[in-house]
């Protein structure tokens, strides 16, 4: 089964530090990874895009992609108040008929 | 402005009515999605198009249908709604299959 996990948290942070949010996934020909950030009460918002192992990096938001250990993070640096809100990983399987594989997000807290 | 939008943004409606969520995007995107999202948990995919006449099954088709008449609006209907349609539903468009979704602002429906 194709599955993505995340811990649910919350995750709680304070204001000025590093959040690192992590993310596996099942499927070996998984190709491209993303981040949503989901307000609550909103929809969810493409923040950060990952398709080569290694590192990128937009601004205070850095995405890690590690092939040979299935996972995919996302490191907030200079943690903001605005940043409190859950964080949802997705993951394009091309032998799905390109669809996405959601998980069920991270709740993320930042405390000033 | 580029936008996609969903009408209505609440709805409560008795079971066994007929209901169709409205979404429309000037993106120009070619793929647009129905997803449904229970709070905590991950999307799930009801139905997806490809374009213009062309509209598909997801994991989660939920007794739902979907139309795509002209390339800016894909409206899902529900036929006869249940307790168990109760959820938040989401469009999504996207310009390649998968790919950086952007969202509407969702419709919450409660079915009595």
């Known amino acids: 089964q194709k599955e993505v996990e995340q811990n649910s948290g919350p995750l709680s942070v304070p204001e000025g530090a590093i959040a690192s949010l992590n993310c596996t996934y099942s499927d070996r020909g998984s190709q491209s990874f993303f981040w949503y950030r989901q307000y609550s009460g909103k929809s969810p918002e493409l923040i950060m895009f990952i398709y080569s192992n290694g590192d990128k990096e937009d601004g205070r938001f850095t995405a890690q992609l590690n092939k040979a250990s299935q996972y995919v993070s996302l490191l907030i640096r200079d943690s903001q108040p605005s940043d409190s809100a859950t964080y949802l990983c997705a993951v394009l399987l091309m032998d799905s008929n390109y669809q996405l594989i959601w998980g069920a997000g991270t709740k993320l807290i930042i405390k000033p | 402005e580029a936008d996609i939008y969903q009408t209505p943004r609440y709805l409560v409606i008795g079971t066994g009515k007929k209901i169709t969520l409205e979404c429309s995007q000037t993106?120009?995107?070619?793929?647009m999605y129905w997803y449904q999202q229970d709070p905590g948990m991950e999307l799930h995919l009801i139905h997806y198009?490809?374009?213009?006449?062309?509209?598909e099954k997801g994991d989660l088709s939920s007794e739902s249908t979907v139309s795509r008449i002209r390339t800016e609006h894909f409206p899902l209907t529900l036929e006869s709604a249940r307790p168990s349609h109760t959820s938040q539903y989401l469009c999504?468009?996207?310009?390649?299959?998968?790919?950086?979704?952007?969202f509407g602002s969702g419709t919450q429906l409660s079915v009595l």
């Open positions: 993106m120009g995107h070619d793929k």
């Open positions: 198009s490809y374009g213009v006449n062309s509209t």
């Open positions: 999504a468009s996207s310009e390649f299959l998968g790919e950086k979704l952007f």
